[in-house]
Each structure stands twice: as C-alpha cells, then as structure tokens.
C-alpha cells in the first residue's frame, strides 16, 4: 500500500484518475460532524458522496458490496464514537458486524485499504476533513477498484462451457 | 409513474457561489420521473414556501427533493410545507448541497457536478419512499428531575405548580446542592441560605413533589412521554416516616470524628447525621461505612436513643419504577482538584500548587464554608492549619480552566467572580488584612457583575496582578508564593497566610455513566450536550430530556435559575398535548418471512421487538414471529441489518431506498 502523506492534494490540481468514494454514516455523529466541517468551511476533495443513515447498526454489509459493484473506489463507514450511540448500542452491534465483514473481505481479497472505518462525533467536523481526505489520497494512489469488474466479468465467462472436459463434467451433473 | 418536483435554492449566494444552480435545475430536470425542477434564491422563506406548495398543486407532484443546506437544519420546515400541500410529508426529501458541497468545495466546476450528483441519488430515493402515517402515543404528564441542587429545585417547583406532578431524586441526603454551601452570593453580596433554604422547604412541602434523598438513578426505559425510570433508594437505615427529626441519635452518636463533606472537612460530624442543620428532609443517615454498629456489630446507641424508633439497621435499597413523561438533568458540577491524576484521564493535574500537601492551600469551596455563618467556623476566616487569621491571603485564578496543556480548555466562568466576591468577604472579616489576585482576565459580563469587580478594587482594596504563579512552596508557617507581574513585568513574591485557588468547574463525577443511561450525549469533559447551541439550548438531542444547570457548562446561579425554568417551560409545552406525534421511522416485520429466530430482539438496544403467536383459524399455533412495538422502537435499523431473512424494515430507510441511492452512482 502506498503512503499516505506522499502527495499532498492542492485544490484545483487536476489527476488523471479521480476515485469515487461513498460514505455510510450515521445521522447523529458524523453526519452532522460533517455539516460541522461546512459550517466551517474547511475544505476537502469533492470525492465523498454521503449516504445517511439513522445509525451505524442499519448498515448492512451488502451495502459496501454493492457500492464497490457500483463502481466505488473507495468505502467509508463512519458513526459515534462506543459508548455515543444515540440509540444505545447500535454502533456496538455495527462494529463487531464489521470486523467480521473485514476478515471476510480480506478473505476474498478485497484490498482493505479501500474500506475505512471510523467513528467522527457531531463536534469532529476537521476529523471528518482528514479521514476523508486521507481516504481520497490513499485511493487515488492504489487506482481504480478493479477487482469487482473482473469478478464480474469471470461469472460472465464461466457461462460458456467451451472445453469438451467442461461439458462432459457438465452432462454428468 | 412518479411526478416528482426538484427545488433548488441559492441560499443566498451561499450556494449560487460555488454551485451553477440553474445548472442543477437543468441537469436533473432531464431525469426520468422529473417532473418538475426550479431554482429559487430562499427556498426556505416565505415566498420559496410558496413556490413549493404552488408547484405540488399545479403540476401534480407526487414527490419532491429540496436541494438547500443541511436536512438537519430544515428537513421539518419543507415537510410541513409539503403537508400543508396535501402531500405526506415523507415524500419529501432534502439533498445537502451546502455544508457538504457548496461549502466545503471551491471549484465550481467540481462543486456543480458534485450536487448534480447528491440531488440526482435523492431523486432515485424519494421514488422508493412511502406515505407513512404520524404516529402518536400517549403522554405521561409527570416528570422526572435530576438533582437537588438549585437548578433542579427551580425546575421541579415551575414544573409542580403548574399542577404537574414531579418525582425530584438527590444523591446527597439532603436537596440543596452546592448553593447550600456558599456563604454570599455575587453581584449583590445575599446570604446564600436565606435564599436557598426557603425553596428547600417549599420542595419538601409541595403536594405535587415525590421526594427521593439519598437515591440514585438505576435503570431508564422508554422514549419520550412514556419514560420508565428505575430509582435506587439507598439504604438509609433511618425509617423517614417514623423519624420526627429530633435529632437526639446524632449528639448520642460516639462515634464523632468523620471528616463533614459538606464542610469541605474542616469539620467533624457523627455516623448517624444530617449534612448541615437545615437539610431537607431533616431525616438523618447513617454513614454505613463508619459506623461502629456496621463495622464491628457492637454500639446500637442510636437505636437504643431513639424515641419513635426509627433507626433500622436491617433497611435495604429499595428500587422504585416510576413512570414520566419528560426528564430534567440537573445534576451540576464538581470542582476541579489539581492533585496528580490518573494516567489515562484526559485532565491531567497540576501538583505544584501544593493542593492536599499545605493545608493552609484551600479552593474556593472551602472559603466558602469559612466564610459562612453556619460553616465549621461560624463565619471567621481562620487558617485550617493553627487556627490563626491570614493577614495576608493570595487567591489564584483560572487553576485549571484555560489551560490545554492541562486537559481543559474552557473558561469556568465563575471564577472571575467568586474571586471578587471572596476579596470583599474576606475584606469584611479581616480588616487589616490584605487580599492578593492572580488572574489571566477578568471576565465579568453579566448585569452589574462588572461594577462589583470593580469594587472589590477601589473599594475593598483587592491587588489585582495580571500574571500567572509560578511556584509555591510552604517556608515556616508561611506560604511564599511566586509570579510574574506581566503588566509590569516585574517578578513578584508574597509570603501569604493562605493561599485560594479558583478551581475549575467540571460536571459531576459519574455523569457520563448517567448519560449512558439516559442516552443523551456529552462532550469530551462529560458536560450535557444539547440539541443546539443556540437555538434548542434546554434540549437534549434525545426527545423528552431536557438540561438545567452546570451538568450542561459551567453556569452561575442567574444563568442555572433561567435555564432551569426554561427546562421546565420545555416540559409543560410537551404535557401541553395529550398525545404526542412521533417520527414514524421504525421498524416492521414481515410475519410471513419471520422465521422467528429472535436475532432482532437480541440486538435491539430498546427492547422493541416482541413476541407474537400466529395462530390459524382453528386457534392452532402455527409459528411466533417478532413484532416490534412502534411505541418503543427508537428506529435505528439494526435489526433489519441483522434479520438473516430480511424480514423486519425500518421505514424511511429501507433495503430499496438505500439501494437506488447507492445505483444511482
Ligand atoms: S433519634 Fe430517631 S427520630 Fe430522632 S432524628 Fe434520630 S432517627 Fe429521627
Ligand atoms: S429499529 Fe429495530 S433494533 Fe432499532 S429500536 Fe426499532 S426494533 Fe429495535
């Protein structure tokens, strides 16, 4: 993996690949962290698109699946620090779903550097602005997410049945 | 097919600045299911009102996005225009394309293609969404108050002579907090018991106020109207019914020589007593952990002194549910203590200014009690160490507040003024004495605060030097202090005869484990947060919590009367209705796919989720399913993303909302 802080990003300056990054979070912390960080008006690449949810605990996995299908580069997954939830427990329940879904990620080969998670409370707008600049940066360095078309394409391939062995073990199935 | 209406607003030019508006409202006019699309310089206003209500009627819109700031600053006022349209208001959703887009970019090229994206995943979104119904439940019109201090005692006796009953639960023995243990008070110099104790009286003679000393806060359940609170009544050993408060088993009591908090221990009391003579109620406690009948199993001299006999060694807590409908958190502050602290914590000590070392160093909390008339002291000033009158006496400000390196960073906002208060007081008491001031500022904004400062100068004879102490070290009886003069700049030391620091106010020990049971949040110091700053300072974020008093920040006693009759205030607006309308974001379950493995109910943090027999018609039981309970749902979704068959959803959020937002990139 690359680097984190090899290339700064200056505004305007122009990349030849600009990766898609989509951010689960949750509406009490750091959405509102992230409204914090306009209020302020730092400023951070245009990258991010956010996704709200009421909490962390609403994020299904398939989600971030599903973003990567889409096309995303880049997964953020953000909500109250433990102990902050506004409904309790919920980010506890989220956290340990994620660590189960990372080692399964990693399993299947997902490169995790693609996948942050994070907490960012209501009153961390600059925290915000680091992770997802970071994020953007880290990215941008490791280039387009591959790995899913290529799956994609495999499941489209493996549908023809080519070789005379492949149909003889497809006839005695 | 859906008909929906994109509004985009030029906040002004907050957005126009940097977002080609009309741009947007051309780009996403061409998307399928659009029916409509506008841009408007204040959707917000009156007139962009309007505007909206006009485009649902006339050109028929079945849905509609507004694309302006944060939905957490005007989700609601554009529902209820679109309501007051005839269309439900959950068909109605906002794009944020100011705090996160037109804010937080600068190229507008970007910042355009940027918004023509979040309103375009909206778009996709709103075409999934429902009517959903308000939902409405009852109102329990009694409240909960935390704390006995002033800020709780104002809020119950508003909330309870409104005709509303109020259950008022204090830690200490006694209500009265820590006015109770001031001398006077600033700017006006009036005793501070003779204002408090007669609001102390009224709390224990109002027959809308259940009292509960001595009790704590176990358990809470709920949501706002219906909050089930669990109070842990501790043991007193004391039955308060019988006890007539004569007060014979405290002098009767051999055991005398427990260090009296109250007193900030510069006094003794008994095992069995009351925190100070005019407690409310005047029922006395037995101190378990330094009772000799506890300790040891001999002694009984109370209950042998006891006429009514109302000692009772064999009491136990009592836990008592009672159930309200709103909740005050009043439960203050604490002081800062500068000793070395933990490793780990996020304030870190001072130790240098010989806090707990010299005895003759003392915070302000404890000149009070000096100072007081019904303190250890009766009212002189006299050092703790020999007894003898300081003739001179330093009084450091700002120990604690203000100093990041020191973990805080905030300003105690008292202190500025206590201080003054404590140079006249001491002035008053020791006349030839002299009274020496380190202080950063003076912060003294507040109705006459300013004019009072100024008076303990020019009047009172106060030494006022701007500059911090650097030293301070204890040499024969004396304590020699060392600063700086900054407007000076000369190097100043005073051998003084006491030392006063102005600690910093901190919220009360344990208030984050309060928090957590309550589910309202706190920042990192562990003070309250409320919902707004500004504009929603008494709420919590969590519905039916409100805040009162210095758990939420530093407050003086103007501030914390206010806010706690704002808190109450708060609290009748809600008993006001008989049925309250809540949000209708929770969770169902789909029966017919509920295989009933009960993963819901284990994760659910409210204890929504229920058990509901199926039976045919015949009355046979054909499987349970979970149900959730729409009253108790806090809707937070981990449910459905846990159900392994998909069968539970949260309205507002479902599987298809978020998905044509997610393929909508
Ligand atoms: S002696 Fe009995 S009645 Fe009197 S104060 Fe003590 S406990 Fe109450
Ligand atoms: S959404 Fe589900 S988990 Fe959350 S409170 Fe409601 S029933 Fe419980």
């Known amino acids: 993996m690359t680097g984190r802080n090899e290339t700064v990003h200056t505004e305007g300056q122009k990349h030849a690949f600009e990766p898609k990054i989509i951010a689960f979070v949750c509406t009490w912390c750091t959405y509102a962290g992230a409204d914090l960080a306009g209020t302020s008006r730092m400023q951070y690449p245009a990258n991010v698109r956010v996704l709200k949810f009421p909490c962390t605990g609403r994020i299904d996995p398939v989600f971030i699946l599903k973003a990567f299908q889409q096309g995303a580069d880049g997964v953020l997954v953000s909500g109250c620090h433990p102990g902050d939830c506004h409904y309790i427990a919920g980010n506890f329940h989220a956290r340990r779903r994620f660590a189960a879904f990372r080692k399964l990620l990693e399993f299947v080969g997902i490169d995790l550097g693609r996948l942050q998670f994070s907490w960012v409370s209501a009153a961390e707008g600059g925290k915000w602005v680091e992770m997802v600049t970071d994020l953007t940066e880290r990215v941008r360095h490791m280039g387009p997410m591959q790995e899913f078309k290529e799956l994609a394409l495999e499941e489209q391939w493996s549908g023809v049945i080519d070789t005379p062995e492949l149909k003889e073990v497809y006839n005695s199935i | ?665």
């Not at chain 2, 006339?58 to 944060?70: D, G, I, T, Y």
């Not at chain 2, 000149?367 to 007081?372: T, V």
């Not at chain 2, 020999?386 to 700002?398: L, M, Y």
């Open chain 2, 1 to 665: 097919m859906s008909r929906i209406g994109v509004f985009i607003c030029h906040c002004g030019e907050n957005i126009s600045r940097t977002v080609d508006v009309e741009r947007v409202a051309a780009q996403v006019g061409t998307l399928p299911g659009v029916a409509f699309s506008t841009d408007y310089k204040y959707m917000c206003s009156d007139p962009g009102q309007g505007l909206l209500k006009k485009a649902i009627q006339e050109q028929r819109l079945s849905h509609v996005v507004v694309a302006a700031c944060s939905p957490r600053m005007h989700e609601k006022t554009f529902r209820k225009a679109v309501e007051s349209a005839g269309l439900n208001p959950f068909l109605c959703e906002m794009a944020n394309i100011r705090e996160h887009c037109s804010w937080v970019h600068e190229d507008r090229e970007e910042a355009t293609r940027k918004a023509i994206e979040i309103v375009g995943m909206m778009v996709e979104r709103v075409k999934k969404n429902r009517v959903l119904p308000t939902i409405t439940v009852p109102v329990t019109k009694r409240s909960l108050v935390i704390g006995g201090g002033i800020a709780g005692i104002q809020a119950a006796l508003d909330i309870a002579d409104c005709g509303h009953e109020v259950v008022l639960v204090e830690r200490e023995p006694s209500i009265g907090g820590h006015m109770a243990q001031l001398s006077e008070t600033f700017p006006t110099l009036d005793c501070s018991q003779c204002i408090m104790t007669p609001k102390m009286v009224d709390v224990a003679n109002h027959p809308k106020i259940k009292l509960y000393t001595y009790a704590e806060i176990e358990h809470v359940e709920g949501y706002i109207g219906n909050f089930q609170v669990t109070v842990r009544k501790k043991a007193r050993s004391v039955d308060e019914d019988k006890c007539t408060g004569c007060g014979v088993c405290m002098t009767k009591c051999p055991q005398k020589k427990i260090p009296n908090t109250f007193d900030r221990n510069l006094g003794m009391r008994p095992a069995i007593y009351v925190p100070f003579p005019q407690a409310v109620p005047n029922t006395p406690v037995i101190d378990r952990e330094n009772c000799t009948k506890f300790k040891t199993g001999k002694c009984g001299v109370c209950q042998k002194v006891c006429g009514p006999g109302a000692v009772d060694y064999e009491q136990e807590d009592q836990l008592i549910v009672e159930p309200v409908g709103a909740i005050v958190v009043a439960t203050g502050f604490d002081l800062y203590s500068i000793e070395e602290k933990p490793k780990g914590s996020p304030i870190k000590g001072y130790g240098e200014f010989g806090h707990g070392k010299i005895p003759d160093v003392i915070d302000g909390m404890t000149f009070e009690r000096l100072a007081s008339a019904s303190g250890p002291t009766g009212g002189k000033i006299l050092r703790p160490s020999d007894g003898r009158e300081p003739k001179q006496i330093v009084f450091i400000q700002c120990v604690g507040s203000r100093a990041r390196e020191k973990g805080i960073s905030y300003c105690s906002k008292i202190c500025c003024m206590y201080t003054a208060k404590h140079t006249m007081l001491y002035h008053h008491k020791v006349h030839d004495g002299q009274a020496y001031v380190f202080f950063m500022d003076a912060r003294t904004p507040g109705k006459s605060y300013d004019e009072f400062w100024r008076r303990s100068i020019e009047e009172e004879e106060a030494v006022y030097i701007r500059g911090m102490v650097s030293r301070l070290y204890q040499k024969g009886d004396k304590i020699v202090v060392m600063g700086s003069d900054i407007a000076v700049g000369v190097q100043v030391e005073i051998e003084a005869d006491m030392v006063v620091l102005a600690t910093a106010v901190q919220p009360q020990k344990g208030a984050d484990t309060l928090a957590q049971k309550l589910g309202i949040s706190y920042d990192k110091y562990h003070f309250y947060s409320e919902a707004h700053a500004k504009l929603r300072p008494v709420e919590c974020a969590t519905a039916g919590i409100y805040l009162a008093g210095a758990c939420q920040g530093p407050k003086d006693i103007p501030d914390t009367v206010s806010q706690a009759s704002a808190a109450a205030a708060k609290v009748m607006t809600l008993f006001a209705k008989d049925k309250l309308e809540r949000e209708p974001i929770v969770a169902k379950v789909r029966e017919a796919g509920c295989v009933g493995c009960f993963y819901c109910q284990k994760v659910c943090p409210y204890g929504a989720v229920e058990e509901k027999e199926i039976r045919d018609r015949q009355g046979n039981l054909v499987k349970v399913v979970a149900y959730v309970n729409p009253g108790v749902c806090g809707g937070c979704g981990t449910c459905q993303a846990t159900c392994p068959s998909k069968s539970v959803e949260l309205d507002g959020y479902t599987d298809e909302q978020i998905v044509a937002m997610i393929e909508a990139l």
